[in-house]
Structures are given as C-alpha cells and as structure tokens.
C-alpha cells in the first residue's frame, strides 16, 4: 500500500493507528497553525501610531528610530521581547519600511537653498530660452571642426 501511495511505510503504520484510535476523523487534513502571533494586528497598528508619534514622545535622546530602540518600545508598552536582530521581518510583514535620514552638510543654508529656484535658475532658463530663439532650428551652431572633416549641416569640399 506504501507503495502505490508513494508514502513511507512508517507513515501507513501511523496513518493506521490514528485510524484506529480516532476513525476516520482523525484522518482529515489539518491547517498547521505555528506558533501564534506575538502582538495581534491591533497590537501593530498601536505600533504604527506609537512609531508615528517620533523616538523623542517615545522617551528616546534622538528622533531616530533604530530596531533597538523599536525592541525596547514594543517590550515597554506591550510586554513582549523582540530581538533586534529578529524585529525586521514582521515590521515588514506589517507594512513598515525602512526609513534612513537624509544626511545633510553642517554648512547648509537652507535660506540660500530656498531663494536660489527662485532668483538664479529663473536667469539661467531665461538665458537659455533667448540662445535657442536666435537659430531657427532650436540646434546650436556647430563648434570648431576637426580638421579633414567636413562641419555638420555641409557637404564635404
């Protein structure tokens, strides 16, 4: 029977005895259901609302949010020991991303960042708005040949 059913013969022995202490209730398939869930999905959106306050209303130095210190919230505000190393995944699985900092130089002035759309990329598009009108084509005018050859737009002398 084994083999025509392409099974072990340990598993028709089991398959056998659960057959004669269950009957054929015992037979039917089951949904294996691992291990249940940590933090239920109220529990994650709390989270989410948690996270989205900043690290600082979380009692952290800093506003960034690092798995550390997400592993020491979760612990806090819900009882439940996450390892950091291990805390990625369901973030992940919850619909939560990975969000880096932009780095920024010490010497930034975001004043002169601000005004500068505004005052010198306007002259420049201007400047280059008028050169293009001059040639009817809208192509700039070639440059220095190289010698031997002949310019772009005439034939070959």
Do not use: N
């Amino acid at each position: 029977m084994a083999r025509q059913l392409g099974v072990s013969r340990a598993s028709v022995c089991r398959w056998a005895a659960t057959h004669a202490q269950e009957g054929g209730r015992g037979l039917q398939a089951r949904s294996i259901t691992g291990r249940p869930p940590r933090l239920d999905e109220k529990a994650w959106a709390r989270l989410g609302r948690l996270l989205d306050r900043g690290a600082m209303a979380a009692g952290f130095a800093t506003e960034r949010w690092t798995l550390k210190r997400i592993a020491a919230l979760i612990e806090r505000e819900f009882g439940v020991r996450y390892h950091p190393r291990y805390l990625e995944r369901p973030l992940k699985a919850h619909d939560f991303s990975v969000q880096r900092p932009a780095t920024r130089a010490k010497e930034r002035d975001e004043l002169v960042i601000a005004v500068w759309p505004k005052r010198d990329w306007v002259a420049l598009k201007k400047r280059r708005s008028e050169s293009i009108a001059r040639f009817s084509s809208g192509m700039r005018p070639a440059t220095a040949s190289v010698p031997g050859r002949a310019q772009p737009g005439r034939g070959a002398e």
